[in-house]
Nanobody, 119 residues
Framework: QVQLVESGGGLVQTGGSLRLSCAASGRSFVGVAMAWFRQAPGLERESVATINWGSSNPRYADSVKGRFTITRDNAKNTVYLQMNSLKPEDTGVYYC????????????WGQGTQVTVSS
């Protein structure tokens, strides 16, 4: 059974940091692009950061550039999201996702982890 399991969410004050982890299992993730999405209450899910298998050319939403860093450890089938200088608008449920096909949609999803940034 393919699983993506997120961890590391929590409550933090404005300006603080959190590191999210996503452990993948159940299939090979060789060549698979990974991403972090988030969904705030009342809003649509949005892409936060993406990273390909070789960790080249990570991409970020404009709202998190310079504050968030996505990395992956392929030996551990784990992807991380380091979040610094957090703002209240970063609050939401953060989801890990995988895209098994070279192009197209992210079709594998974790259950999400809550991040709350207090002002």
């Amino acid at each position: 059974q393919v699983q993506l399991v997120e961890s590391g969410g929590g409550l933090v004050q404005t300006g603080g940091s959190l590191r999210l982890s996503c452990a993948a299992s159940g299939r090979s993730f060789v060549g698979v692009a990974m991403a972090w999405f988030r969904q705030a209450p009342g809003l649509e899910r949005e892409s936060v950061a993406t990273i390909n298998w070789g960790s080249s050319n990570p991409r970020y939403a404009d709202s998190v550039k310079g504050r968030f860093t996505i990395t992956r450890d392929n030996a551990k089938n784990t992807v991380y999201l380091q979040m610094n200088s957090l703002k209240p608008e970063d609050t939401g449920v953060y989801y890990c996702a995988a895209r098994p096909s070279p192009v197209g949609a992210y079709t594998l999803w974790g259950q999400g982890t809550q991040v709350t940034v207090s002002s």
